[in-house]
Protein backbone atom coordinates (compact mmCIF):
# COMPACT_ATOMS: atom_id res chain seq x y z
CA UNK A 1 0.00 0.00 0.00
CA UNK A 2 2.60 2.16 1.23
CA UNK A 3 4.28 1.97 -2.70
CA UNK A 4 0.85 2.54 -3.64
CA UNK A 5 0.47 5.44 -2.25
CA UNK A 6 4.00 6.82 -3.53
CA UNK A 7 3.27 6.33 -7.24
CA UNK A 8 0.12 8.08 -6.92
CA UNK A 9 2.41 11.01 -5.07
CA UNK A 10 4.81 10.80 -7.67
CA UNK A 11 2.24 11.31 -10.40
CA UNK A 12 0.95 14.50 -8.74
CA UNK A 13 4.24 16.05 -8.36
CA UNK A 14 5.68 15.05 -11.47
CA UNK A 15 2.78 16.42 -13.68
CA UNK A 16 2.44 19.60 -11.60
CA UNK A 17 6.12 19.87 -12.30
CA UNK A 18 6.67 19.50 -16.17
CA UNK A 19 3.22 18.11 -17.70
CA UNK A 20 3.09 21.70 -19.73
CA UNK A 21 2.22 20.42 -23.34
CA UNK A 22 5.12 21.83 -25.73
CA UNK A 23 3.86 23.14 -29.56
CA UNK A 24 4.91 25.87 -30.99
CA UNK A 25 1.97 25.81 -34.03
CA UNK A 26 -0.27 28.73 -35.06
CA UNK A 27 -3.17 26.69 -35.15
CA UNK A 28 -3.09 25.98 -31.41
CA UNK A 29 -4.55 29.38 -30.91
CA UNK A 30 -8.06 27.80 -32.38
CA UNK A 31 -10.69 26.03 -30.35
CA UNK A 32 -9.67 24.30 -27.52
CA UNK A 33 -5.79 23.85 -29.03
CA UNK A 34 -4.22 21.09 -30.74
CA UNK A 35 -5.06 18.01 -29.66
CA UNK A 36 -2.30 15.66 -27.86
CA UNK A 37 -0.63 12.73 -29.04
CA UNK A 38 -2.92 9.98 -27.59
CA UNK A 39 -1.93 6.95 -25.62
CA UNK A 40 1.40 5.93 -24.07
CA UNK A 41 4.51 4.33 -25.86
CA UNK A 42 3.61 1.32 -27.15
CA UNK A 43 0.21 3.01 -28.83
CA UNK A 44 2.44 6.38 -30.17
CA UNK A 45 4.50 3.63 -32.42
CA UNK A 46 1.35 1.87 -33.77
CA UNK A 47 0.25 5.99 -34.37
CA UNK A 48 -2.18 5.96 -31.29
CA UNK A 49 -3.86 2.55 -32.00
CA UNK A 50 -5.86 0.80 -28.75
CA UNK A 51 -9.45 1.07 -28.65
CA UNK A 52 -9.79 -2.76 -29.47
CA UNK A 53 -6.55 -3.97 -27.85
CA UNK A 54 -5.95 -5.38 -24.72
CA UNK A 55 -2.20 -6.98 -22.62
CA UNK A 56 -1.06 -8.35 -19.78
CA UNK A 57 2.23 -6.14 -19.12
CA UNK A 58 1.19 -2.85 -20.77
CA UNK A 59 -1.06 0.27 -19.58
CA UNK A 60 -3.60 1.28 -22.42
CA UNK A 61 -5.40 4.29 -21.36
CA UNK A 62 -7.55 4.15 -24.48
CA UNK A 63 -10.24 2.10 -23.60
CA UNK A 64 -10.65 1.07 -19.91
CA UNK A 65 -11.82 -1.85 -20.63
CA UNK A 66 -8.33 -3.07 -20.92
CA UNK A 67 -7.18 -2.68 -17.52
CA UNK A 68 -8.97 -5.60 -16.65
CA UNK A 69 -6.06 -7.63 -18.43
CA UNK A 70 -3.79 -6.16 -16.09
CA UNK A 71 -1.15 -8.88 -15.16
CA UNK A 72 -1.90 -10.09 -11.43
CA UNK A 73 1.76 -10.34 -10.16
CA UNK A 74 2.74 -7.28 -11.11
CA UNK A 75 3.01 -3.44 -10.65
CA UNK A 76 3.20 -1.56 -14.27
CA UNK A 77 4.79 2.10 -14.14
CA UNK A 78 4.55 4.27 -17.33
CA UNK A 79 6.07 7.13 -18.26
CA UNK A 80 7.05 9.28 -21.10
CA UNK A 81 8.77 12.38 -22.96
CA UNK A 82 9.02 13.62 -26.65
CA UNK A 83 10.60 16.24 -28.74
CA UNK A 84 9.75 17.49 -31.96
CA UNK A 85 11.06 19.58 -34.62
CA UNK A 86 8.33 21.29 -37.04
CA UNK A 87 9.20 22.85 -40.32
CA UNK A 88 6.36 25.52 -41.18
CA UNK A 89 6.05 26.52 -44.73
CA UNK A 90 3.78 29.37 -46.00
CA UNK A 91 3.63 30.95 -49.54
CA UNK A 92 7.53 29.61 -49.80
CA UNK A 93 8.73 31.07 -46.73
CA UNK A 94 9.92 27.99 -44.61
CA UNK A 95 11.05 28.34 -40.63
CA UNK A 96 11.79 25.46 -38.24
CA UNK A 97 11.27 25.18 -34.55
CA UNK A 98 11.55 22.89 -31.53
CA UNK A 99 9.89 21.68 -29.17
CA UNK A 100 9.44 19.26 -26.06
CA UNK A 101 7.59 18.02 -22.94
CA UNK A 102 7.32 15.49 -20.02
CA UNK A 103 3.75 13.50 -21.11
CA UNK A 104 2.62 11.55 -18.97
CA UNK A 105 2.94 9.41 -16.04
CA UNK A 106 0.74 6.35 -15.54
CA UNK A 107 0.36 2.97 -12.82
CA UNK A 108 -1.61 -0.16 -13.17
CA UNK A 109 -2.26 -3.00 -10.83
CA UNK A 110 -4.49 -6.02 -10.04
CA UNK A 111 -7.49 -4.89 -7.21
CA UNK A 112 -8.85 -8.32 -7.03
CA UNK A 113 -9.82 -11.02 -9.17
CA UNK A 114 -10.91 -9.75 -12.56
CA UNK A 115 -10.78 -6.33 -11.70
CA UNK A 116 -7.52 -3.87 -13.03
CA UNK A 117 -6.65 -0.56 -11.51
CA UNK A 118 -5.05 2.31 -13.54
CA UNK A 119 -4.14 5.50 -12.26
CA UNK A 120 -2.32 8.69 -13.92
CA UNK A 121 -1.87 12.30 -15.80
CA UNK A 122 -2.19 12.98 -19.48
CA UNK A 123 -2.33 15.89 -21.82
CA UNK A 124 -5.72 16.81 -23.67
CA UNK A 125 -4.46 19.86 -25.44
CA UNK A 126 -2.26 22.17 -26.14
CA UNK A 127 -1.83 25.85 -26.87
CA UNK A 128 1.77 27.29 -27.47
CA UNK A 129 2.56 29.72 -30.65
CA UNK A 130 4.30 33.43 -31.24
CA UNK A 131 4.21 35.09 -34.71
CA UNK A 132 4.08 38.27 -36.12
CA UNK A 133 2.96 39.47 -39.25
CA UNK A 134 2.34 43.41 -40.88
CA UNK A 135 0.60 44.79 -43.73
CA UNK A 136 1.19 48.21 -45.75
CA UNK A 137 -1.84 50.89 -45.43
CA UNK A 138 -0.95 52.24 -48.47
CA UNK A 139 -3.86 55.28 -48.48
CA UNK A 140 -2.36 56.67 -44.52
CA UNK A 141 1.22 55.95 -45.96
CA UNK A 142 1.98 53.25 -43.16
CA UNK A 143 2.77 49.84 -41.47
CA UNK A 144 0.34 48.06 -39.16
CA UNK A 145 2.15 44.92 -37.18
CA UNK A 146 0.07 42.11 -35.70
CA UNK A 147 1.66 40.36 -32.62
CA UNK A 148 -0.12 37.00 -31.91
CA UNK A 149 0.86 34.66 -28.85
CA UNK A 150 -0.85 32.30 -26.39
CA UNK A 151 0.34 29.60 -23.84
CA UNK A 152 -1.74 26.74 -21.92
CA UNK A 153 -3.31 23.48 -22.03
CA UNK A 154 -5.40 21.34 -20.60
CA UNK A 155 -4.17 17.98 -18.58
CA UNK A 156 -6.44 15.20 -16.66
CA UNK A 157 -5.47 13.24 -13.83
CA UNK A 158 -7.72 9.87 -13.71
CA UNK A 159 -8.38 6.60 -11.97
CA UNK A 160 -9.71 4.23 -13.67
CA UNK A 161 -11.11 0.41 -12.97
CA UNK A 162 -11.78 -2.40 -15.56
CA UNK A 163 -13.82 -5.70 -14.59
CA UNK A 164 -13.68 -8.77 -16.71
CA UNK A 165 -17.93 -9.41 -16.10
CA UNK A 166 -17.31 -12.90 -17.90
CA UNK A 167 -14.39 -14.41 -19.85
CA UNK A 168 -14.47 -13.12 -23.40
CA UNK A 169 -16.54 -9.37 -22.18
CA UNK A 170 -14.36 -6.67 -20.48
CA UNK A 171 -15.94 -3.20 -19.25
CA UNK A 172 -14.36 -0.21 -17.86
CA UNK A 173 -14.86 3.48 -16.86
CA UNK A 174 -12.50 6.20 -16.40
CA UNK A 175 -12.97 9.37 -14.05
CA UNK A 176 -10.93 12.37 -14.12
CA UNK A 177 -10.05 15.48 -12.90
CA UNK A 178 -9.10 18.46 -15.69
CA UNK A 179 -7.28 21.36 -15.05
CA UNK A 180 -5.62 23.79 -16.83
CA UNK A 181 -6.47 26.92 -19.46
CA UNK A 182 -5.15 29.19 -21.81
CA UNK A 183 -4.33 33.06 -22.69
CA UNK A 184 -4.04 34.10 -25.90
CA UNK A 185 -2.93 37.97 -26.84
CA UNK A 186 -3.37 39.76 -30.06
CA UNK A 187 -1.45 43.40 -30.25
CA UNK A 188 -1.91 45.45 -33.08
CA UNK A 189 0.17 48.83 -33.28
CA UNK A 190 1.67 50.91 -36.88
CA UNK A 191 5.20 52.65 -37.11
CA UNK A 192 3.46 56.19 -37.19
CA UNK A 193 1.19 56.24 -33.38
CA UNK A 194 1.75 55.71 -29.82
CA UNK A 195 -1.42 53.74 -29.34
CA UNK A 196 -1.65 50.47 -29.68
CA UNK A 197 -4.56 47.73 -29.06
CA UNK A 198 -4.44 44.35 -26.96
CA UNK A 199 -6.89 41.98 -26.91
CA UNK A 200 -5.92 39.33 -24.48
CA UNK A 201 -8.53 36.01 -24.61
CA UNK A 202 -8.39 33.93 -21.31
CA UNK A 203 -9.84 31.11 -19.32
CA UNK A 204 -9.36 28.85 -16.28
CA UNK A 205 -10.92 25.24 -16.18
CA UNK A 206 -11.09 23.28 -13.03
CA UNK A 207 -13.95 20.03 -13.67
CA UNK A 208 -14.27 16.50 -14.44
CA UNK A 209 -14.51 13.65 -17.42
CA UNK A 210 -15.84 10.40 -17.31
CA UNK A 211 -15.31 7.56 -19.91
CA UNK A 212 -16.20 4.40 -20.49
CA UNK A 213 -15.11 1.13 -22.63
CA UNK A 214 -16.09 -2.29 -23.41
CA UNK A 215 -13.77 -5.24 -24.94
CA UNK A 216 -14.98 -8.44 -26.48
CA UNK A 217 -12.69 -11.44 -27.32
CA UNK A 218 -13.60 -14.13 -29.96
CA UNK A 219 -11.25 -17.15 -30.46
CA UNK A 220 -10.76 -18.28 -33.48
CA UNK A 221 -8.82 -21.42 -33.67
CA UNK A 222 -5.73 -22.31 -31.18
CA UNK A 223 -3.48 -19.37 -31.36
CA UNK A 224 -5.66 -16.39 -33.14
CA UNK A 225 -7.70 -14.10 -31.15
CA UNK A 226 -9.91 -11.03 -32.57
CA UNK A 227 -10.89 -8.33 -29.78
CA UNK A 228 -13.08 -5.53 -30.63
CA UNK A 229 -13.54 -2.33 -28.34
CA UNK A 230 -16.09 0.55 -27.80
CA UNK A 231 -15.54 3.95 -26.23
CA UNK A 232 -17.37 6.16 -25.12
CA UNK A 233 -16.34 10.18 -23.57
CA UNK A 234 -19.37 12.08 -21.81
CA UNK A 235 -19.36 15.44 -23.53
CA UNK A 236 -20.43 18.15 -20.56
CA UNK A 237 -20.21 22.03 -20.10
CA UNK A 238 -16.77 22.94 -18.31
CA UNK A 239 -18.90 25.70 -16.34
CA UNK A 240 -15.89 27.52 -16.90
CA UNK A 241 -15.76 32.02 -17.75
CA UNK A 242 -13.76 33.05 -20.40
CA UNK A 243 -12.52 36.51 -20.34
CA UNK A 244 -11.58 38.89 -22.93
CA UNK A 245 -9.41 42.55 -22.13
CA UNK A 246 -9.30 45.46 -24.50
CA UNK A 247 -6.01 47.50 -23.66
CA UNK A 248 -5.40 50.53 -25.32
CA UNK A 249 -2.19 51.76 -24.34
CA UNK A 250 -0.51 55.35 -24.87
CA UNK A 251 3.51 54.53 -25.07
CA UNK A 252 3.91 58.48 -24.78
CA UNK A 253 1.97 58.72 -21.47
CA UNK A 254 2.35 55.10 -20.56
CA UNK A 255 -1.25 54.97 -19.64
CA UNK A 256 -3.86 51.86 -20.55
CA UNK A 257 -7.21 51.97 -20.71
CA UNK A 258 -8.82 48.27 -20.27
CA UNK A 259 -12.23 47.14 -20.86
CA UNK A 260 -13.33 43.40 -19.66
CA UNK A 261 -16.02 41.39 -20.65
CA UNK A 262 -16.87 38.20 -19.38
CA UNK A 263 -18.91 35.29 -21.67
CA UNK A 264 -20.10 32.85 -18.50
CA UNK A 265 -20.04 28.99 -19.07
CA UNK A 266 -18.54 29.65 -21.69
CA UNK A 267 -16.58 26.03 -22.43
CA UNK A 268 -17.31 22.78 -23.14
CA UNK A 269 -16.25 19.53 -23.75
CA UNK A 270 -17.62 17.11 -26.96
CA UNK A 271 -19.11 13.81 -26.85
CA UNK A 272 -16.69 11.72 -28.31
CA UNK A 273 -17.12 8.06 -29.60
CA UNK A 274 -14.57 5.08 -30.59
CA UNK A 275 -14.38 2.21 -32.28
CA UNK A 276 -11.73 -0.75 -33.24
CA UNK A 277 -10.29 -4.20 -33.51
CA UNK A 278 -6.84 -5.83 -32.82
CA UNK A 279 -6.50 -9.53 -34.25
CA UNK A 280 -3.64 -11.34 -32.43
CA UNK A 281 -1.93 -14.19 -33.81
CA UNK A 282 -0.33 -16.04 -30.93
CA UNK A 283 2.87 -13.63 -29.09
CA UNK A 284 4.42 -13.02 -33.11
CA UNK A 285 1.67 -10.61 -34.80
CA UNK A 286 -1.01 -8.27 -33.72
CA UNK A 287 -2.37 -5.83 -36.24
CA UNK A 288 -5.63 -3.51 -35.91
CA UNK A 289 -7.87 -0.41 -36.70
CA UNK A 290 -9.14 2.46 -35.07
CA UNK A 291 -12.23 4.95 -36.05
CA UNK A 292 -12.99 7.56 -33.05
CA UNK A 293 -14.70 10.83 -33.38
CA UNK A 294 -15.56 13.94 -31.63
CA UNK A 295 -18.92 15.57 -31.97
CA UNK A 296 -17.39 19.24 -31.96
CA UNK A 297 -20.30 20.12 -34.19
CA UNK A 298 -22.64 20.83 -31.21
CA UNK A 299 -20.29 22.96 -28.79
CA UNK A 300 -20.54 26.83 -29.07
CA UNK A 301 -17.80 28.96 -28.37
CA UNK A 302 -17.10 32.72 -27.48
CA UNK A 303 -16.17 35.07 -29.63
CA UNK A 304 -15.58 38.82 -29.18
CA UNK A 305 -17.22 41.00 -31.75
CA UNK A 306 -18.28 44.81 -31.78
CA UNK A 307 -18.09 45.21 -27.95
CA UNK A 308 -19.70 41.75 -26.93
CA UNK A 309 -18.39 38.84 -26.09
CA UNK A 310 -20.84 35.89 -26.19
CA UNK A 311 -21.14 32.26 -27.25
CA UNK A 312 -21.64 31.89 -30.79
CA UNK A 313 -22.54 28.73 -33.18
CA UNK A 314 -20.38 27.11 -36.41
CA UNK A 315 -16.99 27.89 -35.23
CA UNK A 316 -16.71 24.19 -34.72
CA UNK A 317 -17.20 20.67 -36.59
CA UNK A 318 -17.11 17.18 -35.77
CA UNK A 319 -13.86 15.28 -36.47
CA UNK A 320 -12.96 12.09 -36.93
CA UNK A 321 -9.65 9.93 -36.88
CA UNK A 322 -9.03 6.42 -38.65
CA UNK A 323 -5.93 4.65 -37.80
CA UNK A 324 -4.25 1.65 -38.42
CA UNK A 325 -1.05 -0.30 -36.89
CA UNK A 326 0.59 -3.24 -35.58
CA UNK A 327 3.42 -4.99 -33.94
CA UNK A 328 5.40 -7.79 -34.67
CA UNK A 329 7.76 -10.12 -32.26
CA UNK A 330 9.93 -12.88 -34.09
CA UNK A 331 10.07 -14.89 -30.49
CA UNK A 332 9.56 -13.44 -27.21
CA UNK A 333 11.42 -16.25 -25.02
CA UNK A 334 14.30 -16.26 -27.76
CA UNK A 335 17.43 -16.27 -26.20
CA UNK A 336 18.61 -13.81 -29.15
CA UNK A 337 18.06 -10.29 -27.75
CA UNK A 338 17.18 -8.93 -31.26
CA UNK A 339 14.21 -11.96 -31.52
CA UNK A 340 12.84 -10.12 -28.72
CA UNK A 341 12.54 -6.87 -29.76
CA UNK A 342 8.81 -5.91 -30.54
CA UNK A 343 8.39 -3.82 -33.64
CA UNK A 344 5.73 -1.34 -34.09
CA UNK A 345 4.24 0.69 -37.33
CA UNK A 346 1.38 2.98 -37.59
CA UNK A 347 -0.76 5.02 -39.92
CA UNK A 348 -3.48 7.49 -39.20
CA UNK A 349 -5.56 10.46 -41.12
CA UNK A 350 -7.70 12.90 -39.04
CA UNK A 351 -10.50 15.96 -40.11
CA UNK A 352 -10.32 19.39 -37.92
CA UNK A 353 -12.14 20.40 -35.52
CA UNK A 354 -12.25 23.49 -36.30
CA UNK A 355 -12.79 26.91 -38.92
CA UNK A 356 -10.42 29.70 -39.82
CA UNK A 357 -12.36 32.33 -41.41
CA UNK A 358 -15.30 29.91 -42.71
CA UNK A 359 -12.77 27.20 -43.87
CA UNK A 360 -11.70 23.85 -43.05
CA UNK A 361 -8.57 23.70 -41.12
CA UNK A 362 -5.99 21.75 -41.53
CA UNK A 363 -6.60 17.72 -42.02
CA UNK A 364 -3.61 15.93 -40.44
CA UNK A 365 -1.70 12.36 -41.92
CA UNK A 366 0.43 10.81 -39.79
CA UNK A 367 2.84 8.07 -39.73
CA UNK A 368 4.88 6.14 -37.03
CA UNK A 369 7.30 3.03 -36.29
CA UNK A 370 8.93 1.96 -33.05
CA UNK A 371 10.46 -0.48 -30.97
CA UNK A 372 9.70 -2.05 -28.02
CA UNK A 373 12.77 -3.06 -26.22
CA UNK A 374 12.92 -5.42 -23.33
CA UNK A 375 15.20 -4.49 -20.14
CA UNK A 376 17.25 -7.37 -18.70
CA UNK A 377 19.04 -7.51 -15.37
CA UNK A 378 19.08 -9.59 -12.56
CA UNK A 379 16.16 -9.86 -11.20
CA UNK A 380 13.56 -8.23 -13.81
CA UNK A 381 13.19 -9.34 -17.60
CA UNK A 382 9.67 -7.64 -18.22
CA UNK A 383 10.36 -4.20 -18.07
CA UNK A 384 9.94 -2.53 -21.73
CA UNK A 385 11.65 0.87 -23.31
CA UNK A 386 9.38 1.89 -26.05
CA UNK A 387 10.77 4.33 -28.83
CA UNK A 388 9.02 5.63 -31.77
CA UNK A 389 9.68 8.07 -34.53
CA UNK A 390 5.85 9.86 -36.19
CA UNK A 391 6.15 12.13 -39.20
CA UNK A 392 3.03 14.53 -38.63
CA UNK A 393 2.02 16.46 -41.78
CA UNK A 394 -0.56 19.45 -41.23
CA UNK A 395 -2.16 21.36 -44.00
CA UNK A 396 -4.93 23.45 -46.12
CA UNK A 397 -5.30 25.25 -48.68
CA UNK A 398 -4.46 28.82 -48.06
CA UNK A 399 -3.25 28.51 -44.84
CA UNK A 400 0.48 27.39 -43.46
CA UNK A 401 1.83 23.77 -44.06
CA UNK A 402 3.53 22.11 -41.05
CA UNK A 403 5.62 18.99 -40.82
CA UNK A 404 6.97 17.58 -38.09
CA UNK A 405 9.35 14.54 -36.90
CA UNK A 406 8.30 13.63 -33.33
CA UNK A 407 10.53 11.53 -30.98
CA UNK A 408 8.67 9.92 -28.60
CA UNK A 409 10.30 7.94 -25.44
CA UNK A 410 8.53 6.12 -23.01
CA UNK A 411 9.20 3.23 -20.25
CA UNK A 412 7.03 0.13 -18.61
CA UNK A 413 8.30 -0.90 -15.56
CA UNK A 414 7.17 -4.13 -14.73
CA UNK A 415 7.53 -5.30 -10.98
CA UNK A 416 6.76 -8.10 -9.02
CA UNK A 417 5.32 -6.72 -6.16
CA UNK A 418 2.92 -9.07 -5.55
CA UNK A 419 4.95 -12.21 -5.98
CA UNK A 420 4.66 -14.60 -3.25
CA UNK A 421 8.44 -16.22 -2.88
CA UNK A 422 8.91 -19.76 -1.45
CA UNK A 423 12.41 -20.45 -0.08
CA UNK A 424 13.54 -24.12 0.16
Request: hydrophobic share 35%; proline share 3%.
Given at each position: ?11 AATTT ?13 YGFGE ?129 RIAKP ?256
Open positions: MKKLLGCLLLAAFAQGSTNSPYSQIAPEGVGFNRAMNGLGVGFHRGNQVNPLNPASYASVDSLTMLFDMGLSGQITNFNENGVKQNAKSGSFDYVLGAFRAWKNVGVTFGVLPLTNVGYSYSSSSFLADVQTTVGETHKGEGGLHEFFLGAGWLSVGVNVGYLWGGYERRVTTASNSAINSLSKVYSADVNNYTLGFGIQYDQKIGKEDLLTVGLTYDLGHSLKADAECLIISTNSSITKADTSRYVCPDALELPHSFGAGFSYTHGTKLMFGADVRTQRWGKVKSPEYSQGSYMLKDGLYKDNYKFTVGGEYCPRWNSRRFIDRIRYRFGAGYSTPYYYINGKDGPRQISLSAGFGIPIINGYNNRSMLNISAQWVNNSADGFIKENSFRLNIGLTFNEKWFAKWKVE
